[in-house]
């Protein structure tokens, strides 16, 4: 089982539309929790950033984690076509020392 | 503030070849990353530097070599260059030291391809 698995998609919503994108791990020596998105061709960038359980919210954008279940989301609301772009979750804690990045998501929200 | 950079965007090599990708970064962290991303396998580690002066493998080193001439500089090097390192390779910093909160801040890719 690989620690961090993401649904690659592809997912494509209507704009407007509530986005919901997940990741589970198995490593539970995890407390530090990211979300970056990547627009094509460019590096990724850091979008969210949580540490251990709960919710935190930046305008449009809401990450959750919950430690009970392995399970950590990234909720967009009122969505947008420039948010078309590849999700990528990552965490890190304990021995490891080094983010592990999901494989990403890739949204598209037509206009 | 430019952030991260790296050098060039894009190459094309011939099996064999060597070449350095070339990494900097003006926020004066402490840490440097080097990453590959392909399709299907998300990204993964290369190489990572926790300070000036030391340099540790991640999941896949092999292949390459890194140096961290400085606090702002982090090169990777590709002695004898194979198909199988055609990828997007980027370059991080983050602030901290290992066990600490490590946000990490990418450049925007370096483009190769092995023929």
């Known amino acids: 089982q690989k620690e961090v698995e993401q649904d690659p998609g592809p997912l494509s919503v209507p704009e407007g539309a509530i986005v919901s994108l997940n990741c589970t791990y198995s490593?539970?020596?995890?407390?530090?929790f990211m979300w970056y998105r990547q627009y094509s061709r460019k590096g990724p960038e850091l979008l969210m950033y949580?540490?251990?359980?709960g919710n935190k919210e930046d305008g449009r954008f809401t990450a959750q984690v919950d430690k009970s279940s392995k399970y950590i989301s990234l909720f967009i609301r009122d969505s947008q076509p420039s948010d078309s772009a590849t999700y990528l979750c990552?965490?890190?804690?304990?021995?490891?020392?080094?983010?592990?990045f999901g494989k990403g998501t890739k949204l598209s929200v037509k206009p | 503030n430019a952030g991260v950079t790296q050098t060039p965007k894009f190459q094309v090599l011939k099996t064999g070849q060597s070449m350095t990708l070339q990494c900097a970064q003006d926020?004066?962290?402490?840490?440097m990353y080097w990453y590959r991303q392909d399709p299907g396998m998300g990204l993964r580690l290369i190489y990572y530097?926790?300070?000036?002066?030391?340099?540790d493998k991640g999941e896949v080193p092999n292949g390459y070599n890194v140096s961290r001439l400085n606090k702002r500089e982090f090169s990777l090097r590709l002695e004898s260059a194979a198909p199988s390192q055609t990828s997007v390779y980027f370059c991080?910093?983050?602030?901290?030291?290992?066990?600490?909160?490590?946000?990490?801040?990418f450049g925007p890719g370096t483009r190769l391809l092995v023929l």
């Open positions: 991080a910093s983050s602030e901290g030291n290992r066990g600490y909160q490590e946000t990490q801040y």
């Open positions: 990552a965490m890190m804690g304990g021995s490891q020392g080094n983010l592990i």
């Open positions: 490593n539970s020596a995890f407390q530090y």
């Open positions: 926020m004066n962290h402490n840490s």
């Open positions: 530097s926790a300070s000036e002066g030391t340099t």
């Open positions: 949580t540490y251990s359980s």
